[in-house]
């Protein structure tokens, strides 16, 4: 069974940085599909990063704030946010996938970032 546990969330001024982490379980993804979405309050779930291998993905309008990046020993992926704004506010939820989409989801983290 696959479990995908994040870590990590917060409240943290704007400005400031956090760093979630995603622990795998049940299932190596070392070279799989790992990646990170969000959902704020009466918003639809959006993609934030996603990572395959060592190719990395992001969100447009993420990109240069947001950092993905895996630990294959601990198949356990990491997102580092700097320079964080009150939009960035959400439900942080890991996900992983063993080819091209993602099949397996975390519980979600809350991160608050306060104006």
């Known amino acids: 069974q696959v479990q995908l546990v994040e870590t990590g969330g917060g409240l943290v001024q704007a400005g400031g940085s956090l760093r979630l982490s995603c622990a795998a379980s049940?299932?190596?993804?070392?070279?799989?599909?790992m990646g990170w979405f969000r959902q704020a309050p009466g918003k639809e779930r959006e993609f934030v990063a996603g990572?395959?291998?060592?190719?990395?993905y992001y969100a447009q309008s993420l990109k240069g704030r947001f950092t993905i990046s895996r630990d294959n020993g601990k198949n356990t992926v990491y997102l580092q946010m700097n320079s964080l704004k009150p939009e960035d506010t959400a439900v942080y939820y890991c996900?992983?996938?063993?080819?091209?989409?993602?099949?397996?989801w975390g519980q979600g983290t809350q991160v608050t970032v306060s104006s």
């Open positions: 996900a992983a996938g063993r080819a091209d989409s993602y099949e397996y």
């Open positions: 049940g299932r190596t993804f070392s070279s799989g599909l």
């Open positions: 990572i395959k291998g060592s190719t990395t």
